[in-house]
Structures are given as structure tokens and as C-alpha cells.
């Protein structure tokens, strides 16, 4: 018997055909499907990781470790074990791994990288010991990081001699952190012998100079700067090819020539010129007696290198290192060489020399220097800022703000010149202007103590007080023992009304630096005010030592000793300050005090005191005549002239009313 309908005509029949190609997917394809998502998972991980997404790329190489693992166990369900993907693994187990990395998640990476190795059927896995150990060089492991990168270098056979060289690089630095600097030395001369480089040359020289051998450091040297530097090859079409174009420095052809390849070669090449640089500085006060000597042998050596072109660095290195010395005229004699001898850097030079003319106070050559370095580079932000402080110095405080501005325009983190610009809005009392540089300086210098305080200081000119006491606080945080800072932020508290705030920043400025005569005379004003003598005077007494020629404080002395009740101490105070300032008509309670306590010494203080009065011009004088006027109408005295007794009454009564005034003179001695 057979159908007479056509089969896969109905719609009966489509639809059992759809079924049918549904399950005719083998086991094997589905494996295939999981593979290459797995594949995608991993792709996607390690974008997100190369776009800095550590955590993301990591949820990433978690989600592959999950889908891998449902993929073995679907393979074998299938009766697929044969068929296991050992390379999709590894991928996985590696991903993993690396994104535990760069999460900082040591132990978690260590542990995925040791179920790589310790896995007999992924081949050359013995080599990610090296990744184990630079996870321990990171951890400050080192000596663990040198056993993994011993153990890697064992398993990797002498014809992979670059990743060799690079291992044995890992384990000298990792010898240098320990403090093993000879054996650094024996790995760094292997890779130097095999395959020098600038970065391990430098390393050995810097091992060198840990152990200070003279000799090795100057031959270590010599093989430094005899290794070529990478060329940067230029395009013959441009330029036409011809001598001239070759014979142009390579920043003339940056423009046309700029590509990757390029680039790269070229920031090789200023490494090198850097580490070569740095090895010079380093080693040329050591190699000979003295820096200069050894600056000049260095020098020698590079201009027979293939590097001479950097020669002329080292010489202004070697001018900089006279200015640091204090050797002003070496370094000036050093820097003129450059305006005959090397066209390219005699920018460099006047910027140099325009600085030491400036610190020098000869402010004309110090113009002339920075108009010379801007002549010659009119993008030089350091000659705008030198040029604009000529400028400052003289006062023209405008045309110092338009130097400033350019170095800014030139370079945007010339903080310098910001530093300068704000400074000069400062001084014309733009105050606005001056915040917002020093704003601007303060996101790029977080921790400069003088950008902090030069906005402090703005807030209290323009009466913001909170603000600069704020401001104050975080100075304090920077630079907690700076007593002027200290006392600065007790002087707002004073002027906030809040005098034991005050007095805890005043107390911590006299801490640091017990010789502020303004700071001792808050404290000394502050215990009396809190009629605490005792304590008032140690201060007082401070300031009589700093300033031992000043009555005032030998008179607050005494006052102290007076107002606390012990009379005979402030008696013979008084009297040692009537000993040394016999004119001064200051020592008047030194006549009540004796009257108090019946001293015969009464009447001749009164004598000599009226004496003096009768010395004093104008108020004095006047004075004086009332009392002889109300004298006139009394009688009597005690074998004493008249005026001289009647003199007396009025003293008494002087003095009892100055004695009131004790607090006014107190606040006198507030600082303003």
C-alpha cells in the first residue's frame, strides 16, 4: 500500500520535517556552539581588560569558567571525553588567572595559574611560573618570585633565548630589592654579555654604585653608552629624498613622517638617551675626586660614543649641579659656553642662566637671558615664566601676568607660572582672579602647602572667614607643627569670638616656636585676662628675655606679681626696673606699693617721681601747674617741700586710676 500524497506538500507534513531537522543536531555540533560562545566570552574579557574594566573582564572570565565546565560535563554525558577541546581550557584556566590579576586578587590568581601548571597535558604551561612570580615580585615576595622565575627558566629550552634574557632581567631586580646586589650583578652581566640593552645596563651600573666600585661603575658606563641607539628611519619621498632632508634633525619630519613604527622607535630612543643620562648623573661624583672631574671623564667618553649628541646635556647637568652646590660663577661659566658652541641648545642655557642671574639679584642680565631662551623658543614655557618674573620684581605687575599667561598657554602644567600669575592678581587685589588660579593649581598640587595657604589668605582679605578658616584647617593637616600657620588660624579664631579655640592654636605655636614675641603676648594678655598671674608670667618673662631692652614686659611683670597679691615680689621688680630705667615714670605703682606696706622708701620714690613729672612737655606740664594751683589752698606738710607733697596727692590718685586701666594695657599687647 502506498500514500498518494506528496510528501512535504501539507502543512502537517512541514511541520514533522521542522521537528526532524530540530533533532537531527548532533551532540557534537552543540559542543561546537558552546565552544565558540565560550570563545566570544573570553574575547569580550579580555577587551574590557584592555580598556582598564578589570572588575567587568573578570564577572567575564568567571562566566567562561562556568560555561567550560557545563561543557565537560555535557561532553561527557554525551560519551564525548575523547574529544576534549585542551587548548579552550587552558584559555579559560589563563584568562581567569590573569583577570584575578589585574584585580589585585593575588592568592585567587595563584591558585588558577597553579591548576595550569601542575597539569601534565597543557604543554609549555611551565612557563606561566613566570607570571607566578611576577605576582610575588608584586606581593615584595622576592625570594618566592626568584624561586618561580628559576623554576620557569629551567623549563624553557635554550633557543627561546629572549624570554630567557628577560627572566634572568626579573631576577636581578628581584636580587636588587633584596639587597643581593652582587648576585644581580652575575644575572645582570649574563643578559649584558647575551644581549645588552640600555635598561639592564643601567641596573648593573646601578648595582655598581651600591657597592661603590669606582672601576666597574666607569667600564659599566663605557658598555652602556657603546650600545646603538634604535633608528628612526625617514621617508625618502618626502623632502625629495635629497641630502637635505637627511641632514634635518628627525623633529623636522615629525609632521609627515609620524606613524606607529616611527613612534615607538623614537620613544625607545629617548629611554635610552634617559638611562644613559641618569647612569652619568649618578656616577660622576663618584667615579673621581670631585663631580666636576667626573663629569668631564664622563662627557669624554660619551662624545666617542654613538651618542654624542647628548654630550651637551650632560654639560648642562654638570651647570646644574654647580648651582646646587652654590658654585654660581662655575655653573654661569659652564652655561655662556653653549651660545657659540651647540645652536640647539642654547635655549636650554639662557633659561639657565636667566634663573642664576635672577637668584644672583642682577635682574637686567636675567631679562636678557629670558628674552635670548624665548628668541630662540618662543614656546618655552620656563623663559616666559623667568621673563615674567623680571618683570614682577620691578612691580609692572601687568606685564608680568601676560608672561605668566603664555607660559600657561605654552604648557597648561607650568605650575610655576600659575603659581606666579596668582601671586600678581594678588598684588593688584584681584582677589577673584588670584582664587581661581590658585584653585586651578591646588587640583593639580593637592599637597603644596603654599598653594593651600596663598587661598587661606585670599578668603581672609575678602572677609570670607569661615572659608579661610577652613582652608586653615587643611593647611594644618599638611603641615601640622608650622607655628606661623598655627598662629595664624588662632588669630581667626579670635576674630570668630572663640578665645579658647584661640588659645589651643596659640599654645601649639608656642610649642614649635617659642621666640614669636606677638604669640607670647596673646598667651601672657589671654591668663591675665583669665587672672591666671602665675602663668602670665613665664610668658612675660620670655619676652624679657627676647627682648630685654623693652620696660613693657618687666612692667607686666611686675603688674602680675602685684595683681596676684605678692607685694614684696613686685617691689623689688619695681625697683630693679626704676634701677635700670631711672626716667621712666612707668614704675609709679612702685610708689603705692610702698605706701601700702609702710616702706620709709615711700617719700623718696614720691620725690623722685614728682621730679620726673615735673620733667615731662606738654600734658605733664599742664598737669603740674593744677597741682601747685590746688596746693596753694592747703597747709601743712611734714619737713617736705610744699609742691613736692601736694605732687604726691595728685600721683596717688594718678596711679589708683591707671590701675583701673590694667586691662586696656592688656589688649594692647594683643597682636593686630
Known amino acids: 500500500m502506498t500514500s498518494v500524497r506528496a510528501a512535504g506538500y501539507s502543512s502537517r507534513g512541514r511541520s514533522s520535517s521542522t521537528a526532524e531537522k530540530t533533532q537531527e543536531i548532533l551532540p557534537e555540533e552543540q559542543i561546537k556552539i558552546m565552544e565558540k560562545k565560550i570563545n566570544v566570552i573570553i574575547q569580550e574579557s579580555t577587551i574590557l581588560a584592555a580598556h582598564g574594566n578589570h572588575q567587568q573582564a573578570l564577572e567575564k572570565a568567571k562566566e567562561a569558567g562556568k560555561k567550560e565546565r557545563a561543557l565537560a560535563k555535557q561532553r561527557d554525558q554525551a560519551g564525548l571525553e575523547d574529544q576534549i577541546n585542551l587548548d579552550l581550557t587552558y584559555c579559560v584556566l589563563f584568562n581567569l588567572a590573569n583577570q584575578y590579576h589585574g584585580c589585585k586578587m593575588y592568592q585567587e590568581a595563584l591558585n588558577s595559574y597553579a591548576v595550569i601548571v601542575k597539569n601534565k597535558m597543557f604543554n609549555q604551561s611551565g612557563r606561566l611560573r613566570v607570571n607566578m612570580g611576577n ?5 615584595q615576595k622576592y625570594s618566592q618570585a626568584v624561586k618561580m622565575y628559576r623554576m620557569a627558566l629551567d623549563q624553557i629550552p635554550n633557543t627561546n633565548r629572549d624570554i630567557r634574557l628577560k627572566i634572568m632581567r626579573n631576577i636581578g631586580a628581584a636580587f636588587v630589592k633584596m639587597g643581593q646586589f652582587q648576585d644581580a650583578i652575575t644575572s645582570f652581566e649574563s643578559v649584558m654579555e647575551l644581549s645588552p640593552d640600555h635598561h639592564t645596563g643601567f641596573n648593573l651600573i646601578l648595582c655598581y654604585f651600591a657597592l661603590g666600585d669606582r672601576e666597574r661603575m666607569k ?3 663605557q658598555k652602556l653608552v657603546a650600545i646603538r641607539p634604535p633608528s628612526v628611519e625617514q621617508n625618502d619621498d618626502i623632502g625629495g629624498g635629497g641630502p637635505s632632508a637627511s641632514d634635518e634633525p628627525i623633529d623636522d619630519h615629525e609632521v609627515f613622517n609620524e606613524d606607529k613604527l616611527r613612534a615607538i622607535a623614537r620613544e625607545r630612543k629617548k629611554t635610552a638617551e634617559r638611562f644613559i643620562v641618569l647612569a652619568a648623573k649618578l656616577v660622576a661624583p663618584a667615579i673621581e675626586s670631585n663631580f666636576s672631574s667626573g663629569f668631564d671623564s664622563i662627557i669624554d667618553i660619551i662624545k666617542a660614543s654613538p651618542h654624542a649628541e647628548i654630550a651637551s646635556e650632560l654639560e648642562i647637568a654638570k651647570a ?3 648651582l646646587k652646590t652654590k658654585d654660581f660663577s662655575k655653573a654661569i661659566e659652564t652655561l655662556k659656553s653653549f651660545e657659540k658652541k651647540d645652536p640647539k641648545l642654547v635655549g636650554t642655557a639662557a633659561t639657565n642662566l636667566s634663573f642664576l642671574y635672577f637668584l644672583e639679584s642682577e635682574h637686567r642680565q636675567a631679562e636678557k637671558y629670558a628674552e635670548l631662551a624665548i628668541n630662540t623658543d618662543r614656546y618655552n614655557a620656563k ?10 620684581y620691578k612691580e609692572n605687575y601687568d606685564k608680568a601676568k601676560e608672561y605668566y599667561q603664555e607660559a600657561i598657554s605654552v604648557d597648561a602644567l607650568c605650575t610655576e607660572a600659575m603659581y606666579n600669575l596668582g601671586l600678581a592678581h594678588k598684588k593688584l587685589e584681584e582677589y577673584q582672579e588670584a582664587f581661581l588660579c590658585f584653585e586651578k593649581l591646588h587640583a593639580i598640587l593637592r599637597n603644596s602647602a603654599e598653594v593651600i595657604f596663598q587661598i587661606a ?6 572677609g570670607y572667614l569661615q572659608q579661610a578658616m577652613e582652608w586653615y584647617n587643611i593647611l594644618i593637616s599638611v603641615v601640622p607643627t608650622d607655628p606661623g600657620v598655627l598662629a595664624r588660624l588662632g588669630d581667626m579664631f579670635v576674630k570668630d569670638g572663640d578665645k579658647s579655640q584661640a588659645f589651643q592654636y596659640y599654645s601649639e605655636s608656642y610649642r ?3 621666640s614669636n614675641m606677638d604669640v607670647i603676648a596673646w598667651l601672657g594678655a589671654y591668663y591675665v585676662d583669665c587672672e591666671v598671674y602665675e602663668h602670665a608670667v613665664q610668658f612675660f618673662e620670655r619676652a624679657t628675655l627676647i627682648q630685654p631692652n623693652e620696660i613693657k614686659w618687666q612692667l607686666m611683670i611686675a603688674s602680675c606679681f602685684r595683681r596676684s597679691g605678692n607685694y614684696q615680689q613686685a617691689f623689688e621688680t619695681y625697683k630693679k626696673i626704676h634701677t635700670r630705667f631711672p626716667e621712666n615714670i612707668e614704675c609709679k605703682f612702685l610708689v603705692r606699693i610702698c605706701t601700702d606696706l609702710g616702706m620709709k622708701e615711700a617719700q623718696e620714690y614720691i620725690i623722685k617721681l614728682a621730679k620726673a613729672e615735673k620733667g615731662r612737655e606738654g600734658a605733664v606740664a599742664a598737669s603740674s601747674s593744677e597741682v601747685r594751683s590746688a596746693s596753694s589752698s592747703r597747709a ?5 617741700p610744699a609742691d613736692d607733697k601736694n605732687d604726691s596727692r595728685f600721683i596717688r590718685k594718678q596711679i589708683i586710676q591707671e590701675d583701673d586701666d590694667w586691662h586696656e594695657d592688656v589688649e594692647g599687647l594683643l597682636p593686630e
Do not use: S, W
Open 383 to 392: 623663559a616666559q615664566t623667568n621673563l615674567g618674573n623680571c618683570h614682577y
Open 135 to 139: 605576582i610575588y615580585f608584586e606581593q
Open 320 to 322: 646644574i649641579q654647580f
Open 636 to 640: 601743712g606738710n611734714r619737713n617736705a
Open 457 to 462: 589668605d585670599i578668603c581672609d582679605k575678602r
Open 512 to 514: 614649635y616656636f617659642p
Open 219 to 221: 667600564k659599566g658606563l
